[in-house]
């Protein structure tokens, strides 16, 4: 039954990819037929266009340094909010669900009016903090609930064995929270590559990503180009996660610290 459930899941995720890597190159495929009438490559042809491979490259790498640095700011955030008690702790840990709980136009308006003042509308720059923004709540709420469960005991025996607070946490916590790092990374990704209204709003349009390429084909009605866009898209997804999996299998046939290398 198991096995059952798992082909059925597979093939509710295969069978669209499928159907939509054949709508990129069908030319034509009228109802009722069973297959396509002709074939043609213009949706691969448009796809290797220069422009289209760096404004892929480029929305690549914007979003992957969106994620980074979302993580690389919600592990010490994380850390304060699960181990320290301080003032206004409570109201922080609602703030930090704005991104999520309001209406997105209202907060994308607001950003947008912030980054005009602060003279970084238009700009990579803006882009990037605005999709660090929508992100950072996903990896601080799930970097809390692992820091949680990983507790500070390991570190503070650690520390007794001559570890400084940092080589402590490089060499015992760390390895640990490693493969929720790359889960939320993974999952920024996913969140910053999406965004079209957002970059739209921060970018003017001066500022291409990829999900800007692909809506305006969708909403025209080619079919062969959305679907040869969206296939891209779905591809460029897949090979970051297969990236990040591959980091995570190698992370988890890493041997543990020894009572040596911690000192």
Known sequence: MRRVMLWLCAAAVLLPVALLALYAVCARWPWPAPLPQ?????????LLNADVRGTLLSSIGYSLGS?????????????????YNFA????????LLAPILLPSTAFFIGLQTLFTRLGIINTALGVMLAHIMVI?????????????????????QARTLGASPLRAFSAVSMPL?????????????????????????????????????????????????SAAFSFAFILAAGTVYGVMDAVLR??????????????
């Open 38 to 46: 002709s074939l043609s490559l213009r949706g691969i042809q448009a």
């Open 67 to 83: 994620a980074l640095l979302s993580t690389l700011i919600a592990l010490p955030a994380a850390r304060a909010i699960s181990f």
């Open 88 to 95: 206004g702790k409570r109201a922080m840990r609602a703030v």
């Open 136 to 156: 950072l709540p996903y990896p601080i709420w799930t970097l809390c609930d692992m820091m949680q469960s990983v507790g500070r005991t390991m570190e503070e």
């Open 177 to 225: 929270l490693l493969p929720a790092c790359v889960s939320v990374t993974a999952l920024g990704f996913l969140i910053s590559f999406g965004q079209y209204f957002l970059t739209l709003m921060i970018g003017g349009g001066r500022v291409k990503t990829f999900a800007m390429l692909v809506v305006p084909y969708i909403q025209s009605g080619d079919r062969m180009l």
């Open 250 to 263: 190698k992370h988890s046939g890493a041997r543990p610290p020894t009572r040596g290398s911690l000192v």
